[in-house]
Nanobody, 125 residues
Framework: QVQLVESGGGLVQAGGSLRLSCAAS????????MGWFRQAPGQEREFVGY????????YYADSVKGRFTISRDNAKNTMYLQMNSLKPEDTAVYYC??????????????????WGQGTQVTVSS
């Protein structure tokens, strides 16, 4: 079992920045890769980014590439999502999740097993 708690969401103006955190407990943090997803009202949950177990490999959705950065601190059992140059279309509930081992796919929701409760990010124009 893994428990995930996101924090750091809020209201920000377009062009601003936020840093989300995802604190994990319940299993050795460095034993699993992780991802960030987001879900806007009336939309499906979508992939934002992925980070490997060591943090040495990251992938991003095209919509956030160059603006968002994922990192992790295995000593603190925490993953981060640094979001810069925010746009109104980034408004969503952001979720962190742990990735199941053994899957090459890192985009699909089905390859992630444990999820946090989400944190709201609202970007005003």
């Amino acid at each position: 079992q893994v428990q995930l708690v996101e924090s750091g969401g809020g209201l920000v103006q377009a062009g601003g920045s936020l840093r989300l955190s995802c604190a994990a407990s319940g299993r050795t943090f460095s034993s699993y890769a992780m991802g960030w997803f987001r879900q806007a009202p009336g939309q499906e949950r979508e992939f934002v980014g992925y980070i490997s177990r060591s943090g040495g490999t990251t992938y991003y959705a095209d919509s956030v590439k160059g603006r968002f950065t994922i990192s992790r601190d295995n000593a603190k059992n925490t993953m981060y999502l640094q979001m810069n140059s925010l746009k109104p279309e980034d408004t969503a509930v952001y979720y962190c999740a742990t990735k199941k081992n053994g899957y090459l796919d890192y985009v699909s929701i089905r390859v992630y097993d444990y999820w946090g409760q989400g944190t709201q990010v609202t970007v005003s124009s």
